[in-house]
C-alpha cells in the first residue's frame, strides 16, 4: 500500500487537527504516529502529532492526528515535511498512511 500525499497549510499559533479515514486495513491492536521535520531527510525533529485510533475493525477506521497551539507556534519555517502511520502495537510493523507538505501561515497576534 503506498501512502496518500496530502499537503496541508495550517496557520501557526492555531490549535490543528485532521481525521483520516482508514479502510482495507485492520486497526484493531494498532497505534498511531506523526513527525514534522524540516525535509524527510532532516534529524531535526520541529513536532510529533498527538494521534488517537478508534473504530478498529477489520475493515478500518479512524486517525485523528492534531497539534496544540503552542505546538504551531514553533513551527517558524515556511514549509515542512511530514508524515502519519499507523503501526501494529505487538511488533511495531508500521504502514504509513498519509504524507506531504506542512505549509505554515506566519501568526501575527502574540501573547
Known sequence: MTAATYDITLDQGSDYSTTLQVSGQTLDGY???GQIRPNPRSDQLSA???CTVTGGTSIGGTVEASLTHTQTSELTLASYSYDIEVFNTTT????????GKIFVNPGVTRT
Do not use: T, Y
Open 31 to 33: 497505534g498511531a504516529r
Open 48 to 50: 510529533e502529532f498527538s
Open 92 to 99: 511495531d510493523k508500521a504502514v504509513r498512511l498519509v504524507q
